[in-house]
Structures are given as C-alpha cells and as structure tokens.
C-alpha cells in the first residue's frame, strides 16, 4: 500500500511515520512537509533511516504538483497544520492559509485523481471549545475560540462539504491533546521537561487549574491505523484516553518524574481566551475496537525519559534565533 503523509516532520506525522514504517515495512510510506519552523530536520533524518519512507520538501498550500506526487496513493493522513494557539493568537495568516487552502488542495486532488480509498483527516478538540462539564458528541455545534481552532474548524467543515458533494472517501478524527516523543518545546508538556532539565522557570497560565485530557502519541497512531483499516467513510470520530488532568498537576508529576523543585513554576499572565476544559466522548472509535495502550504516567515516564536522552534533538531547536526570538517575546518575565 501506498500512503501519503502530509506534515511527516512534525511531531504526530513523524511518530506516525516511525509507527507505520516500522510495523508495515511492505508499505510505501511518501512524506510531504514544507519543513516549517515546527519541523526539526533532526526529525527527518531518523525517518530517513527507513527505506519504505520518502520525502518531498513541498508547500501543500501552494504548490500546483499535488495531484501528480498524490497520484498513486491509496491512503492520505494528512497532518500538515499551523498547531500552536499562542502563536495564532500573535498572527493568525498562516494558520488560514497551511490550515484551510492547504486542506482545500489535498481534498481537491483527491477529488481529481479519483484513486484514494481513504483519506484521514486530522482535527482537534479544540473546535467545539470550552465545556464545563459533561463531553461533545462528534455532532455537537463548533464553536472555536482562538484563530488556531477556527482554522480547523473551517477545514473540517470543507472536508464535510466535499463528502456531501463529490463522495470523497474522507474520515474526520478529532484528538485531544497528545504528547510523546519529538513534540516541539514550545508546547506545554515538553517545554516544561526540557526547561526543568535546565533548570529555566517553567512558565504557568494563570492559576493552572485548566483541565486537558491527555492521549500519548503512540495510542494516537495506533487510532490512525485502526481508521484507515476500519473507520467508515463521511464519519467523524473522536479519540482520547480519558486522562484529564490539570496543567498545575502535570507540572508537578513532571518536577517530581526529573527530581526537581516545584519552586521552578512560574505564574505568567493568562492566555486570552483559554480554554478552561476541552472533553469528548469516544464511543463511536471504541466500538470499532480501540483501547489505549498507555496510560498518562507510563507516557509521561516514557516521554520524559526522550527528552532526556534526546537533548541534542531540542536544545537544536531551543538555540535557534528563530526560538529564543519567540521565546523572549512571549515570556518577558523569564
Ligand atoms: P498547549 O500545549 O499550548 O496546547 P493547547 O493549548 O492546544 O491545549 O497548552 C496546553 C495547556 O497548557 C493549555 O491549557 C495552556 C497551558 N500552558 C501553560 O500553562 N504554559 C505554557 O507555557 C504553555 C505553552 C501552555
């Protein structure tokens, strides 16, 4: 079989890539990134270890040549996205364009090349926004609250429209927050291991008390897979763990996992907008048979242990101009 994944650099793409490399080596697995900030290259030369595996350094959101490299695909997952809320909420433009155009020409192709069996669509919980108590339902109403989220939505919404009007054999997954190995320092989970590993402030919104449930990236792909085998056409599904947790609680399980001192928490000014709770309700996956494998502290132990055998791999990334411009900028207190 032959499968296209688009954002194969980033941090699901490439651990979808290692997983389905390394368990189907008879697949023919063609990667598509444009190797954005978000990107590590040290990411691409482990793929590169894989022979079943194969890059293009392309734009989806601009380049014309998608339907050729996509034309012998039977299966696409397509991960390329703008991920970061905090950055969406400083400049939400390229979040409209690799998040929206971007999903608007890989569905077009698809339409087109009228070859691809099944087309995965990667989405977040994030596009119903907050709730207080209780789950969405894969039918509740979208209700984005930050740029990010909206960008999604509105992809997910053209990927409906393409179900209804051209039968594009399209699955919708929607994750909760997913952590693991090669994610970027600048999300929650990992820039607070690689900051308490040297020993930097960690920073906190507000009072920490919002709640995320956590999936860990491995169970991420395993869900993939199952829904490229078994997930039905036009259907959206949901795939968590059931693991909320609080951030302030992670925090502390992290300090405690690397033996160091709470007193690195730092409360830093809230982000607009944040989403308090994000929930889902994961029956429709789960009578398809899936069932997480790790559970939130075997994951964090694992993904701890990474970042500490891997330092070269995001001290890479923390040292770039790129990072510490951002970084500075984002948290002047620190
Ligand atoms: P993040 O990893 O950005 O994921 P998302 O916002 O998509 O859920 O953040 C996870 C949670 O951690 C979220 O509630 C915001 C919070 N957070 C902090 O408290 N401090 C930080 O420095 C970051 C990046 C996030």
Known sequence: MKIAVTGGCGFIGSNFINYICRKHPEYNVINLDKMTYAANPLTLQMLRKYKNHSFVKIDIAEAMEIEQILENCEVIVHFAAETHVDRSLQNAENFLTTDI?????????IRKIKVVKKYIHISTDEVYGSIEKGSFAEDARLNPTNPYAASKASADLLVLSYIRCYKIPAVIVRFVNNFGPF???EKFIPLAITNAI?????????NGFQMRDW????DTCRAIELLIDRGETGEIYHVS?????????VLKKILALLGKDEKLIVSVPDRIAHDVRYSLSCEKIEKLGFQPARNFDDGLVRTVKWYKENQYWWTFIKNSDEFQKYYKNKYPSL
């Open 101 to 109: 155009i971007g999903t608007y020409r890989i569905i077009e192709a």
């Open 183 to 185: 994610q970027h320092p």
């Open 198 to 206: 040297e020993n930097k402030k960690i920073p906190l919104y507000g």
């Open 215 to 218: 999936l860990f990236v491995e």
């Open 241 to 249: 763990a059931h693991q909320e947790k609080r951030n302030i609680d």
